[in-house]
């Protein structure tokens, strides 16, 4: 990875940010061709405005103060293939969940997608399972198993900024939707760097690539690259919590990452698993709560309880739904608020999960409609039934 910041824009913490260990890059094969991409990046007018930028803090602000609730999801991976009806779709899944959510408890939604940006994923192995390069996302390599497609291409990050350009001119039209994704590829996220137009004494920068960026638990080691660039933006910020985290751990993410105790600048988004989430999460509310933070907390129910089925990566909507359900009865029994949901879902009728209640998947249905790159995603009837159950209990 190129250690040099946009040419536009030099700041030495930046690139101090940079040097640092930096997880899940992929092995570009030319350095050169990386540097002039960086340049033309740097260039490029960036996917999120300043102005939404600044309008999703006070929104979230609003969420860590116990005013409203964050329903985000979309793809899990991002395709530079996808229709413009697809990315609608999924548009309107979001929309109708913060609908049914606001109906139901009369709080407001701030809804994110997972959306103009979501095209480069951590993976868990280096080659697949035909020893391939694995996919690392529609900005790094291809997602059919090409000797050639997987060798990792600088140009697609060029790709990826269009695509996001052309994706978020979608969501301004539908509007009252925001941008986020994983800040993953660090070449791309910091050639994406925009100058802060805030009153502060310390200049922070605008990830440009995006509303709402967040670690994942791949990424999150506190002595990283991702965390020292997150240290330095303006835009919010999610960290996921896995069942790895300690208490002590949660607390330093918090103390690095707000450090001018701002409502809603963190999110911290917890990935337990069904089985675990009543048992882990009350130690790590409690130690960050001890801090004084008012930090968004959000449920992914989905990461924590992934399985194999005939072969198929599956995962069973009533655990995705009692993860949520072991949230709410953690916050509710310790007095604090549960602040969302993050989830992979689609607005196509995908067969990805199994269950839900008007319309169930089961096993035999799976390969029908599998159709992501990733991960398994709730399809639009499955997503819609569980905001309607997370907001009977949010009521209850």
């Given at each position: 990875m190129s250690t040099r910041s946009s040419p536009r824009y030099v700041d030495d913490r930046i690139d101090r940010a940079l040097v640092r260990?930096?997880?899940?890059?992929?092995?570009?094969?030319?350095p050169a061709r990386v540097a002039a991409v960086r340049v033309r990046l740097g260039k490029a007018l960036p996917i999120s405005l300043p102005g939404e930028i600044d309008r999703l803090r006070r929104e979230l602000a609003l969420v860590?103060?116990?005013?409203?609730?964050?329903?985000?999801g979309g793809d899990c991976a991002e395709s530079f293939t996808a229709t413009d009806s697809q990315v609608a779709g999924t548009l309107r899944t979001l929309l109708g969940m913060a609908s049914v959510l606001t109906g139901r408890t009369g709080a407001p939604v701030v809804t994110i997608g997972r959306i103009a940006g979501q095209y480069a994923k951590p993976r868990s192995s280096d080659v697949d399972e035909q020893g391939l390069p694995v996919y690392r996302g529609d900005i790094v390599n291809t997602f059919a198993a090409d000797a050639g497609g997987r060798v990792p291409d600088p140009d697609r990050?060029?790709?990826a900024h269009a695509r996001s350009s052309a994706t978020m001119s979608l969501v301004r039209r539908v509007g009252s939707v925001f941008a986020s994704h994983e800040m993953l590829l660090l070449d791309y996220e910091s050639s994406l760097l925009r100058p802060y137009r805030g009153d502060d004494r310390e200049r922070r920068w605008y990830a440009g690539s995006g509303h709402f960026l967040w670690i994942g638990e791949r990424t999150r080691a506190l002595d990283g690259a991702h965390v020292a660039l997150a240290e330095l933006l303006a835009n919010p910020i999610g960290v996921k919590i896995g069942p790895a985290t300690t208490p002590e751990q949660a607390a330093e993410y918090v103390e690095r990452l707000d450090p001018r105790h701002e409502p809603g600048r963190l999110t911290l988004i917890t990935r337990l698993g069904h089985a675990r989430v009543r048992d882990l999460l009350p130690a790590i509310l409690e130690k960050v709560e001890a801090t004084g933070r008012q930090v968004v907390w959000q449920c992914d129910p989905m990461h924590g309880n992934t399985e194999q089925v005939r072969g198929w990566k599956v995962r069973r909507f009533d655990r995705i739904h009692d993860e949520v359900r072991g949230f709410l009865e953690v916050h509710h029994a310790l007095g604090s608020h549960p602040g969302g949901v993050h989830l992979e879902l689609t607005g196509e009728d995908t067969t990805e999960c199994l269950g839900g209640r008007s319309r169930p998947v089961d096993e035999r249905?799976?390969?029908?409609?599998y159709e992501s790159?990733?991960?398994?995603r709730l399809n639009g009837t499955q997503a819609l039934e569980l905001a309607a159950l997370i907001a009977d209990e949010m009521v209850a």
């Open positions: 260990p930096a997880a899940q890059q992929p092995s570009w094969p030319d860590a103060t116990r005013r409203a609730f964050v329903a985000q990050m060029l790709h249905d799976v390969s029908r409609r790159m990733c991960d398994p």
